[in-house]
């Protein structure tokens, strides 16, 4: 017996990101949400595309993201189906999370444990030429505007240097694969610290101080180190003013965040 399709109401979509982005994350809520449960058919491109106002093309690219985060399978001649939820279900995040002070300091929570064991294993394990490396990315942050992608590329260089340092490859993998979400989050971030001076300052402080216990092998300040830098990231997030997002410095951060997760016209 051929596998039912279910209804299909949907919501305008009134999300921020590329249209392909927006499809995506409505399809892909209405899966986790059992809307369109294990082993049920997703209506045909035409109909989706109908419904969702867009072309076929967003549709094929959106149904390629859901296969690509194993939620969704094609049978040939018969349709995409969704998947069973299993072990091999991979872990997401919404690389459009730069629309609020709270998911900026949720995903600055997320980093917190991370960088943290990054840097103890890193003060243990690290090679001279490896601790090169991370002083040379530190300088590198000198000297690029703060509010820029340049900025946010240098920032995160110099924190996956620090992850290569660990001599733990899945240090390297896991970072490189959260990145691709963390760049929105971090250009918010960085937007904030460049309004002031003091925050500058900050920020150079708590790279210096990370850096030094590496040098000197101290995984337990390094750790600490690590973990004063995500917690004062947050404390400067929060004291940021309630109208961040309408400065000049909020608008250029989502602007540069949405040209790095990519758009598309209409």
């Known amino acids: 017996m051929a596998a039912s ?14 249209l392909t982005d927006r499809v995506t994350e409505a399809l892909s809520q209405m899966i986790r949400g059992g809307e369109f449960p294990p082993k049920s058919r997703l209506p045909t491109e035409t109909e989706m595309g109908n419904r969702f106002g867009v072309s076929r093309t967003v549709i094929r690219e959106a149904v390629s993201r859901l296969k690509s ?60 030429d490896q601790l090169g490396e991370i002083r040379m990315r530190l ?9 820029s992608a340049e900025g ?11 992850a290569r340092a660990t001599d733990n490859p899945h240090f390297v993998a896991l970072w490189d694969f959260i990145g691709q979400f963390l760049r929105g989050a ?10 002031s001076t003091e925050y500058t300052a900050q920020v150079r402080a708590e790279h ?28 400067r997030i929060k004291s940021a003013d309630a109208d961040f997002w309408g400065t000049e410095e909020g608008k250029a951060a989502r602007r540069i ?6 758009s598309e016209t209409t």
């Open 208 to 235: 210096d101080a990370l850096v030094d216990a590496i040098a000197r092998g101290d995984a337990e300040a390094a750790r600490a180190a690590a973990r004063l830098h995500m917690e004062m990231a947050a404390v």
């Open 152 to 162: 946010v590329d240098a920032d995160m260089a110099f924190h996956r240097e620090i």
């Open 5 to 18: 399709t279910p209804e299909f109401h949907i919501e305008p979509l009134t999300n921020q990101g590329s």
């Open 69 to 128: 985060e194993s939620l969704v399978e094609s049978r040939q001649g018969v349709g995409v189906f969704v998947r069973d939820r299993g072990l091999d279900t991979p872990f997401r995040i919404d690389p459009n999370v730069v629309e609020s002070m709270r998911s900026v300091l949720q995903i600055a929570e997320l980093r917190r444990g991370l960088e943290a064991e990054m840097a103890a294993l890193a003060a243990e394990r690290r090679s001279a």
């Open 139 to 147: 300088k590198a942050l000198d000297k690029v505007a703060p509010l």
């Open 186 to 195: 971090m250009t918010v971030t960085r937007a904030n610290e460049a309004r």
């Open 257 to 262: 965040a949405g040209a790095q997760v990519g």
